[in-house]
């Protein structure tokens, strides 16, 4: 099988997202701008001539390598609720491995990416000191239930719909090789 180019912008997007993983423990704020790199790095890839597959072997491991520094923050930091985002991580971490070994992404649906928002969540905290009451029990309940659906129809949208949401950034609508 014949391997896809490393072209200058994938390897700027994927030395990016390497670089920015550490950079949480200075500053929590950086994984905003990882998310952003995470959401764009999709159309360098299929720009590149990859298939939505092969990138999405790259794009998985990557997530998961962010992932585990947003973890070493939590435990470095003592975020609360910590046994939340433990648990979080761990349905996420076995939802890429049902991913790995199945290649079907239909798992993040099953396995949905709450631990990062929950995250971010808690950046947003920071900010507005009076919503830090929504990490705490009983109004956790509603922030988990609130992000969960969110998380959901993301999920459901990105890898059971397999929507093309290209537009939302380009401004036109672009293709993977193995998708139409």
């Known amino acids: 099988m014949k391997h896809p180019p490393l072209t200058k912008g994938i390897c700027l997007t994927v030395g990016l ?15 905003l701008v990882t998310f952003v790199v995470d959401w764009l790095d999709g159309e360098v890839f299929k720009r590149s001539g990859w298939t939505h597959a092969r990138y999405d072997q790259v794009d998985k491991l990557l997530d998961l390598y962010f992932y585990a520094w947003i973890m070493t923050y939590i435990l470095t930091f003592n975020l609360p609720p910590k046994f939340l985002f433990l648990f979080f991580f761990a349905l996420r971490l076995l939802g890429q491995l049902i991913f790995y070994l199945s290649k079907n992404d239909k798992a993040f649906f099953f396995f949905p990416n709450i631990y990062e928002i929950l995250f971010y969540f808690y950046l947003f905290t920071l900010i507005i000191p009076p919503l830090a009451k929504y990490l705490l029990f009983p109004w956790l309940w509603l922030t988990l ?35 139409t």
């Open 145 to 179: 239930a609130i992000i969960t659906i969110i998380v959901l129809i993301r999920e459901y949208v990105l890898h059971i719909q397999k929507a093309n949401l290209s537009w939302m950034v380009f401004g036109k609508i672009t293709h993977w090789p193995d998708r």
């Open 17 to 31: 997202r390497l670089f920015l993983g550490p950079l949480v423990l200075w500053s929590p704020w950086v994984s």
